[in-house]
Nanobody
Framework: VQLQAFGGGLVQAGDSLRLSCAAS????????MAWFRQAPGKERESVAS????????YYADSVLGRFTISRDNAKDTVYLQMNSLKAEDTAVYYC??????????WGQGTLVTVSS
């Protein structure tokens, strides 16, 4: 499975941004897709996950109510809508696929920078 993420950039606090992740390859064997992020000097953390078949979602407490993960299985694409962005959301965001807490596949990161 190959993953390609799009949509990072520089925004101001309070703005919105949408990340997209296009998957290709044997995606029919992938039960979950997710977004992780890694901020400077911090460990990588799970942000949001979605099951490909049923659409069950999980969110980190820090983004609950502000971020929404969604999927379009016909396009093999997962989205992360990020609203009310904060400076602490600044990180490299990674699209992943596979198991919910231990992904098997990782895409290249896309940098999100939120200026305060």
């Amino acid at each position: 499975v190959q993953l390609q993420a799009f949509g990072g950039g520089l925004v101001q606090a309070g703005d919105s941004l949408r990340l997209s992740c296009a998957a290709s390859g044997r995606t029919d064997n992938v039960p979950w897709m997710a977004w992780f992020r890694q901020a400077p000097g911090k460990e990588r953390e799970s942000v949001a996950s979605i099951s490909r078949r049923v659409g069950v979602t999980y969110y980190a407490d820090s983004v609950l109510g502000r971020f929404t993960i969604s999927r379009d299985n016909a396009k093999d694409t997962v989205y992360l809508q990020m609203n009310s962005l904060k400076a602490e959301d600044t990180a490299v965001y990674y699209c992943t696929a596979g198991r919910v807490s231990l992904p098997d596949y990782w895409g290249q990161g896309t940098l999100v920078t939120v200026s305060s």
